[in-house]
């Protein structure tokens, strides 16, 4: 039986945050700021979500206030949910339930794991950039969440991904995502002079 559990409802526009990851937001309005204060009262939890065409998206990420000041928040996201309905309150609140991934068959996932994480190690060794700490280590799900942020995709890129339902999927689709970004750094490799310091894709 899936465990429904109700939290403050933190919007985000134009910003996804994916399970594992951490992100730094402006607090935003005032239904922000009560949002804020609310999830003092629930261990500094809270449900965040992508905020567009003036709703939340139903996929979101169970999250964790690691330091609120009064012009940034730090978030780090740690679990997948479903949100379900809103909670009439004065501060936006949600009944939601989590949203883990669908199990996949046995020993598929290591296979794809290597190959994800050895496609992203090239491309990070050809833009010169550092391999983020610890991936190496990390899980299938979690190497997936790892890579969607530091590729810089689209916000309706990232939240596609933090809709689809299994990490096998998510990986495959960023394989594909992977390809690319390694079409352009080859497209632009005789003008890196000219790019230091741009965005991955």
Request: glycine share 6%; charged share 25%.
């Amino acid at each position: 039986m899936v465990t429904r559990f109700v939290l403050p409802l933190f919007p985000l526009p134009e910003l996804v945050l994916l399970p594992t990851v951490e992100l730094e937001v402006t607090p935003g309005g005032p239904l922000a700021r009560g949002a804020l204060a609310r999830a003092r009262q629930h261990q500094g939890m809270m449900v965040v979500s992508l905020y567009e065409d003036e709703a939340v998206h139903e996929v979101g990420v169970k999250a964790l206030i690691l330091d609120a000041r009064e012009t940034s928040v730090q978030l780090r996201g740690l679990q997948r949910c479903r949100l379900r309905e809103l909670v009439p309150d004065a501060v936006p609140m949600v009944e939601a339930e989590p949203f883990p991934d669908t199990a996949a068959a046995p020993g598929r996932e290591e296979p794809l794991r290597r190959l994800l994480l050895r496609r992203f190690a090239r491309l990070c060794l050809r833009l010169q950039r550092a391999l983020p700490a610890g991936l190496p280590k990390t899980d299938l799900s979690a190497l997936t969440w790892r890579i969607t942020d530091a590729l810089d995709l689209e916000t309706s890129q990232k939240q596609g991904l933090l809709n689809v339902p299994d990490a096998l999927t998510r990986a495959k689709i960023l394989l594909l995502a992977l390809r690319d970004a390694e079409r352009r750094e080859r497209f632009l490799r005789p003008f890196a002079h000219l790019r230091e310091g741009g965005q991955w894709n």
